[in-house]
């Protein structure tokens, strides 16, 4: 996180060095390097009222590239940290169910994005203030852990409800953003954006208990049932232990740095400056003065 903001803090320096040369040599740029941070908030069974204040953190990266004025589209990387707690809720019927989970995820994204403003016919000409709404697809790698007895144990391989998920799936990203330009080729953009999920083991749990009876694996059997850990009896087999009817998602809020790169795609802008002197379009009249054709 330290070394995310001393480059961002970084770039914003060298951007203010070169904004006073920007005018002599003016290339058209459609590409731009996406940088941010923020937070991530985990909704499903293990949620808690309060989670939107006690969120935690993510990095992400990537690259945006503009087709028209108004419409982007962008590859990003995200890592997020999500986690949830039974021990934390107002439910006294959760305190005894006594799960939980954290999980270090992996999110690759595709969006595309649609401007309120048109940018100007130079990049540089983009409006100061723009706000924009992003919808796409990506693969999310989740890898749900829990502690038991001072030990990490991931929760996937144990099969506590017995079920076989698998740890990538398709997530749904879509949301709103601003974007404020800071430089010639600099905009803050601030973002929040929620991921629709087709899973809902994310926290690795929905359905009902299966009772201890049901594995031959001790780690296994006390981690799908941890109510006697809190004083409780084990629980029936087929008591209810998640909601199977409502798959799990994610909300990232960023604070995001984008840097107009000075190159594009190949397209007719490429490369194209506009520092050229522009040819003499005048004559002088026979009285010495100037004028203009």
Do not use: C
């Not at 914003?12 to 991530?40: P, W």
């Not at 954006?193 to 899973?199: A, P, Q, S, W």
């Amino acid at each position: 996180m330290r070394k995310l903001l001393a480059l961002i803090t970084l770039v914003l320096l060298a951007e203010v060095n070169y904004a006073q040369s920007f005018y002599a040599i003016r290339k058209d740029r459609a590409m731009i390097l996406v940088v941010g941070t923020g937070t991530s908030t985990y909704f499903g069974e293990l949620a808690n009222p309060g989670d939107y204040i006690d969120a935690k953190p993510n990095i992400n990266a990537g690259l945006q590239y503009y087709f028209t004025p108004r419409i982007s589209a962008r590859a990003e990387l995200t890592w997020f940290t999500l986690e949830g707690t039974d021990s934390k809720a107002d439910d006294n019927s959760r305190v005894q169910r006594n799960l939980s989970f954290k999980s270090n995820n992996v999110e690759l994204g595709f969006t595309g994005a649609f401007n309120l403003f048109p940018n100007g016919n130079r990049y540089y000409r983009r409006p100061y203030f723009n706000a924009y709404g992003f919808g796409g697809i990506g693969l999310l790698y989740f890898n749900p852990t829990t502690e038991y007895q001072g030990t990490k144990y991931a929760l996937q391989p144990l099969n506590t409800e017995g079920a076989d998920y698998s740890r990538i799936g398709v997530v749904i990203p879509f949301g709103l953003g601003v974007r404020f330009k800071a430089g010639p080729n600099l905009n803050i953009a601030i973002e929040g954006g929620y991921r629709k999920l087709f899973t809902d083991y994310l926290d690795d749990v929905s359905t009902v208990h299966l009772g201890p009876a049901a594995f031959t694996d001790p780690i296994a059997a006390a981690l799908s049932d941890r109510r006697p850990e809190v004083g409780k009896p084990v629980a029936p087999v087929g008591t209810q232990r998640g909601n199977p009817d409502n798959d799990d998602g994610y909300m990232l809020l960023n604070v995001k740095v984008e840097y107009y790169l000075p190159w594009d795609l190949g397209g007719q802008n490429s490369g194209r400056t506009y520092s050229k002197k522009r040819s003499a379009n005048y004559r002088y009249n026979k009285k010495g003065g100037v004028r203009r054709r």
